[in-house]
């Protein structure tokens, strides 16, 4: 059984920071495409960066470059994001998510329908 389960959200007053985790069971982790992704109220789930787990290669998206950063522990399978400098428009609900089959190597989609696997979320508030 798949599963990806995140943590690490919680209230933080802008230019905080906070750390979310992943943990991803019941497939094979390694050499994958890796996702985070979060939707504020009211709005349509975005993406904020991939990650390819056998290169440790990793693209964000222009709204958090320089601010976020994605790492891994391969060996306990988990995924992390490192949130810095934390602003109001960075409040939502933060999913991890994973590619299924593995297809791509080295260039992960930015997609949501290429995700087949997605955690239940946790949330994230900056208070200005």
């Known amino acids: 059984q798949v599963r990806l389960m995140e943590s690490g959200g919680g209230s933080v007053q802008a230019g905080g920071s906070l750390r979310l985790s992943c943990a991803v069971s019941g497939f094979i982790y390694s050499s994958n495409c890796m996702g985070w992704f979060r939707q504020a109220p009211g709005k349509e789930r975005e993406g904020v960066a991939t990650?390819?787990?056998?290169?440790?290669?990793?693209y964000y998206d222009d709204s958090v470059k320089g601010r976020f950063t994605i790492s891994q522990d391969k060996a306990q399978n988990m995924l992390y994001l490192q949130m810095n400098s934390l602003k109001s428009e960075d409040a939502a609900v933060y999913y991890c998510a994973a590619v299924w089959p593995p297809i791509y190597y080295g260039i992960c989609p930015r997609e949501e329908k290429n995700f087949a696997y997605w955690g239940q979320g946790t949330q994230v508030t900056v208070s200005s």
């Open positions: 990650f390819y787990t056998g290169a440790g290669s990793a």
